[in-house]
């Protein structure tokens, strides 16, 4: 079975596209999502709707849609965040608002093997940022794949006999083989919001039959997501960030 791993869409539709287009071409049997698809960007109602409509899917919530819910003070968000959550909130359409806010939380485990978490198995507003982060996270883990999103980059991180290590996964083409007891925090890196100076989308596909996951970078539509964020009166930050990749 080939599983479409994807995170942080941070509604940019345009990103989106890109990545629906590239999972047409690949069998894919199943979805998986690890939370974020709103926020920051000007087409929450068009995410929601997309990605409810991808089957099979597993999904969980992420801290933007949980903090759109209102199931968050948004205290720790900062202040272009927090006013990209007051405009999602208002432009969300009650229905695709329901969907949204009765997203799971993470962890979940899914198919016997496979743990999905937004930030950390532990807490899901953890960045998982280092190996002392992916030592307490697979401290909780007890399934050898754990899969998580939130921090925007592509990174791979192992646990074997008590070694943790880490692996930012930059450029294109990255392959991973994985090997009987070793345990794995795996990060597709985002789809809508790349942070490590790529601008590209990013995904990974898990083949579990051939144990491979396979690391992808999409270039998609920035200008028109940029142009889409400024027309929203949404912080122009939030558009220009798009270029840089941070
Ligand atoms: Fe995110």
Not at 19 to 35: E, P, S
Request: aromatic content about 10%; hydrophobic content about 40%.
């Amino acid at each position: 079975m080939r599983y479409l791993i994807f995170t942080d869409i941070h509604g940019n539709l345009e990103a989106l596209l890109v990545l629906l287009k590239f999972a047409q071409r690949r069998k894919i049997g199943h979805y998986i999502f690890l939370g974020d698809l709103v926020g920051y960007g000007a087409d929450p109602n068009e995410i929601i709707q997309k990605v409810r409509a991808l089957k099979p899917l597993s999904i969980i919530r992420g801290n933007h849609d949980k903090a759109v819910c209102d199931h968050d003070s948004i205290q720790t968000f900062n202040p272009i965040a927090a006013a990209s959550i007051h405009w999602t909130k208002k432009n969300v359409k009650k229905k695709n608002m329901e969907y949204l806010c009765n997203l799971k939380k993470g962890p979940v485990t899914i198919h016997n093997h496979i743990l999905l978490c937004h930030g950390a198995p532990f807490d899901e507003d953890h960045y998982i940022f280092g190996e002392f982060d992916a030592a307490e996270a697979f401290a909780h883990v007890t399934t050898p794949l754990c899969l998580f999103g939130h921090t925007h980059f592509p990174f791979v991180y192992t646990e074997k006999e008590h070694i943790v290590d880490g692996t930012f996964l930059s450029g294109d083409s990255n392959e991973i083989k994985l090997e009987e007891g070793t345990k794995y925090l795996i990060n597709p890196g985002s789809i809508g919001q790349p942070r490590d100076r790529d601008n590209r989308a990013a995904c990974a596909i898990y083949d579990s039959d051939t144990k491979k996951i396979n690391f992808y970078r999409m270039e998609y539509e920035i200008r028109e997501a940029q142009r889409k964020i400024l027309e929203a009166g949404l912080p122009s930050a939030l558009a220009e960030r798009l270029t840089l990749g941070i």
